[in-house]
């Protein structure tokens, strides 16, 4: 659980509205007002909730809205977590399959993936990093990481659910685009704003400081002006877990199926560990906004972002390794008095067998994983004649996500010591044991734990950039129910590379006599989840495990461990679309309908590094001690063609019919 205390404090006083004290018993209110009094402004909640109601009735597309209160006002401290009261909204704290954390970080639409919904920011893309390595290695899709994000910077997010000809395309599910403020949009020439904040996270017991501030200035004449939004915050994450990690199968015909004819095609857990995942979160950065409009008919905005998260984490799992001694049926059989429940094996006892490990404990200590995303985009609104008008959208952005290094110990308990679990449904966690080992200890009766190995990819950077330019038309037409036509071109180009990462492997490392000689211990809390599993677990430092990591005991030796399955891979695509689109209104209903044509080249390198390449293959390298490997460019062209409609037919002052048909599109997974 977090709690967070904010303190804000603004440069614009507000002014009470005081009912007079006459009024208040009844007695006659004056016949005249003051003459001063033009306006009554409302503000706060519930203003920002009228405006969200507004913008969500009046669109012809089906869209929710959530508007700030105020400046740095969003309602919750994460965008994601504001997002999850939406109406078909689903929400993760994670991007791949690490498990979750503690602050939310993917947002889907309709049940599907997070990859098919796109985020937007100012009707733009963003070129992101993810900061865990198995979203840099594996395939995580075109999700943004919302963690990178602070809710301090929006104004308003428009969550549309419906497509048309004029959106930019990318979301199969629906799209996002998180609005930000505009110098000229506030009202008062000067206005400051600061945000000084603390969340406490229970678990690690840790209160971090949570820090943002806008300066907004603009002339008197409100034509020219600039914002400058800046954010620092910190926290403290820490994860305590039981992880049941998968399941394998009892093949039919093994050694274990034969002798025990009713465990043919049982599953069982493949691994279940005691997890602890600590992190320290520091996400900084700002928005810088130029805006400048030398005329009523003609302006140009400049804005800037960058956001960039350290999150140096540390993950320790010890866990009962049931794919090592049961090895699909080949191994070890469980004792008399197994339990098979809908085809499962949810409990199971197996006698310890000399020389056979029934554990397997990973630490791995990640110090300077990162993630981090910019951009630059002009926006320019020209309207030239009472009936047409242009938008013209330039940018570019980059994103990184960096994992330099993951220091890694890998060690054998459990030798001989058998092993048992039992799972307890959905209620609590599961109970497992590795027999009687002493698991609060390296060295359990003086004697070091087993090596099993050093792994981990290293030198991992995976490098985002987009750039675009769009020109869009309006052409107010006023004839009969059609109102405007809509028309537009956009171009893209998106690039994503990972070269370089390899995979570390033990040298020195494997003796054990390189063990550090003192350890910690899991918290004394650990075990909150129902189960009875190992406690009071030992384990090394980060910083322990950077020297456990050193030259001598581990190679990293960027030629020899090149390893292709750490992610390599080069994406470079160029996309152009046009479209056409027509606005109608009528007396109590509005729509539009048009088409949009997208035209997606994609070049691409695939690396292999299997049996397909030899020392023979042309542009093999031969360096990588696990094999040649080699790069096949492979290109392709997609033409799309998207075909859209919307209908809103007004029924009642408070009762809208809505109708919506779209063919919508989602590029590949990375």
Do not use: C
């Not at 993810?130 to 969550?159: A, C, H, K, M």
């Not at 092993?419 to 698991?439: E, I, K, M, R, V």
């Amino acid at each position: 659980m977090n709690r967070q205390v904010t303190i804000a404090i603004k440069s614009a006083l507000g002014v009470a509205m005081l009912t007079p004290a006459a009024l208040a018993f009844g007695q006659a209110a004056p016949t005249s007002a003051p003459a001063n009094l033009e306006e009554i402004v409302v503000t706060g909640i519930r203003f920002s909730m009228q405006q969200s109601l507004d913008a969500k009735r009046n669109a012809d597309v089906v869209q929710d809205v959530i508007t700030a209160e105020d400046i740095g006002k969003m309602p919750d401290k994460n965008i994601a977590d504001s997002l999850q009261r939406v109406p078909g909204i689903t929400i993760s704290s994670a991007g791949a399959s690490e498990g979750g954390f503690d602050e939310n970080d993917r947002v889907s639409m309709r049940g599907t993936n997070a990859s098919l919904t796109q985020t937007l920011i100012n009707g733009h893309n963003v070129a992101a990093g993810d900061w865990f390595v198995l979203n840099q290695t594996g395939t995580v899709g075109r999700s943004i990481s919302y963690t990178l994000l602070p809710s301090e910077l929006v104004s308003q997010v428009v969550v549309r659910k419906s497509s048309s000809a004029s959106l930019v395309e990318g979301g199969v599910a629906g799209s996002i685009d998180i609005i930000t403020r505009k110098p000229l949009d506030i009202s008062k020439p000067f206005t400051f704003e600061a945000s000084l904040g603390e969340v406490y996270a229970d678990l690690p017991k840790k209160s971090d400081p949570q820090l943002s501030g806008l300066i907004n200035w603009h002339n008197g004449d409100n034509t020219f002006g600039v914002m400058i939004q800046g954010f620092s915050e910190k926290r403290h994450l820490q994860r305590d877990g039981v992880e049941l990690l998968g399941y394998d199968t009892i093949a039919a015909g093994s050694a274990i199926a034969l002798a025990h004819p009713d465990l043919a095609g049982v599953v069982y857990p493949t691994d279940i560990g005691a997890a602890l995942f600590t992190q320290t979160r520091t996400r900084t950065g700002g928005l810088v906004d130029i805006e400048w409009k030398p005329t009523d008919s003609l302006n140009f905005d400049l804005s800037g972002f960058t956001s960039n998260l350290n999150a140096p984490n540390y993950n320790r799992n010890y866990l009962l390794w049931n794919t090592h001694y049961i090895n699909s049926g080949a191994g070890q059989a469980p004792d008399a008095g197994y339990v098979v429940q809908n085809g499962t094996l949810t409990k199971a006892t197996f006698t310890g067998v000399p020389g056979t490990f029934y554990g397997v404990y990973d630490q791995i200590s990640r110090p300077d994983e990162k993630e981090s995303a910019n951009f630059i985009n002009l926006d320019t609104n020209w309207k030239v004649s009472d009936r047409l008008g242009f938008f013209l959208q330039l940018g570019t952005s980059t994103g990184d996500g960096k994992t330099p290094t993951q220091d890694v110990s890998e060690t054998l308990p459990g030798q001989s010591a058998g092993a048992s679990w039992q799972l307890n449904g959905l209620g609590h966690g599961p109970n497992f044991a590795l027999g009687a080992t002493d698991n609060s200890t390296p060295f359990p009766g003086g004697t070091p734990v087993a090596f099993g190995w050093i792994f981990g990819a290293q030198n991992v950077d995976v490098k985002d950039k987009e750039d675009w330019a769009k020109l869009d038309g309006t052409f107010h037409m006023d004839s009969g129910p059609w109102t405007d036509l809509k028309f537009g071109a956009r171009a893209e180009k998106h690039d994503r590379t990972s070269t370089g990462a390899i995979a570390q492997g033990p040298t020195g490392g494997s003796n054990p006599a390189t063990y550090p000689t003192t350890w910690s211990n899991y918290p004394s809390d650990f075990n909150s989840f129902g189960g009875t599993i190992p406690t009071n677990i030992w384990y090394w430092t980060p910083a322990q495990l950077a020297a456990y990591n050193s030259a001598a005991n581990v190679n990293r030796d960027p030629l020899a461990r090149v390893y292709i399955p750490n992610g390599w891979m080069e994406v470079h695509e160029k996309t152009d679309a046009a479209y056409v689109q027509g606005d109608f209104k009528g007396e109590g209903w509005s729509g539009n309908v048009g088409v949009r044509l997208v035209r997606t080249i994609e070049n691409t390198v695939v690396y292999a590094q299997d049996s397909s390449v030899t020392a023979t293959t042309p542009g093999a390298v031969l360096t990588s001690a696990f094999g040649p490997y080699v790069g096949r460019p492979v290109d392709q062209t997609y033409n799309d063609v998207l075909p859209s409609a919307n209908l809103k037919i007004d029924l009642a002052k408070d009762l809208l019919l809505r109708f919506a048909a779209a063919e919508t599109m989602t590029r590949a997974d990375y």
